[in-house]
């Protein structure tokens, strides 16, 4: 199971329009940064890790069209980079991918443009690569903590279309279900945008994995009613204590599943924590436009004028998790020693 949402070929990034999914599978091809930059920000393109390996292609596009001098290439590649940096500024893969090649380019002893040209594409490509290798480890660490029978909640979409094609929270599904393993699957829909109704219904229903979609405001009912064994989302940013951003309504998830008793499991790789920042407290939140929120199903569904609030992101509270699933293995309190595990890896 694997829905690859970008690949590179002939010079140009396609990218599936997750906008329109599930109605259409569309693909979009883009040339330069300017074009990543707008499919990162309107979320034709979503998901921590999928923007951050888009980001290396969007900055090798960027700079694939050069001609001039290495120093001035150096100067178009940093300007580049944070051009495409501010299109999101929640999820912190974005940022490390960026900062990365930045500085293997910079140190990677290349002094002709052509040759730092395919320098900087090897660098995006290399990226790609090892994101699909750190998700399918986190599959592999993170099945054995399911068991059959298991009615698993998920929020938002944490699948193979928000990376390169495997998937965090549901990369342990899928991994689970490669064990032969039988389980069921409760989707939040997840307002405003509906990543969990349209993108991991999508993707479940393809792997035939059995799934049900839910209001979000259903959660707490369902875990009061004994139907939910373990709860398991993705991150957008992970900072040094646990605190964990990721998509708005998975802190109210949090909150029900510890008042319900029920394990509370973050899936996400290395490149999503951000050591540099002690607690989520420092995590930006991004806040989208109003309209997401007044407009539903093609229709005004606010009174006109009424005051609106979008904030795309929460932050749950390190108290609240059970465990993290990593590529390094599944790491659980005290957070900040288990993390030195990852750091190390
Ligand atoms: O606004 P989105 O759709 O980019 O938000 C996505 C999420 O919050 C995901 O849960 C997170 O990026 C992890 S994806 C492996």
Sequence with gaps: MAFPPFH????????LDQRKLPARETWLRMKDSKKVHWAIRSMVVRGAPAIGVVAGYGLYLGISRY???????????VREGEYLKRSRPTGVNLRNVVDEIVGRVATSGKTTVEDLKRYTFREAKRIHIEDDKLCREIGRHGAGLFRSGDRVLTHCNAGGLATSGFGTALGVLYALKG??????VYVDETRPLLQGARLTAWELMKSKIPCTVLCDNAAASIMGAGKIDRVIVGADRIAANGDTANKIGTYNVAVLAAAHGIPFYIAAPSTTFDFKIKSGKQIPIENRSEKEVSEGLGRRITPKGAKIANPAF?????RLIT????EAGVLRRPFRKSFRRLKGS
Excluded: Q
């Excluded at 064990?179 to 069921?184: G, H, Q």
């Excluded at 929460?314 to 390190?318: A, E, I, K, L």
């Design 314 to 318: 929460d932050v749950t509270p390190h």
């Design 179 to 184: 064990r032969k393993k039988k389980f069921s």
């Design 323 to 326: 465990a993290f699933i990593t």
């Design 67 to 77: 001609r001039g001098s290495a120093a001035g290439f150096f100067r178009k590649l």
């Design 8 to 15: 590179f070929r002939n010079n140009a990034l396609m990218l």
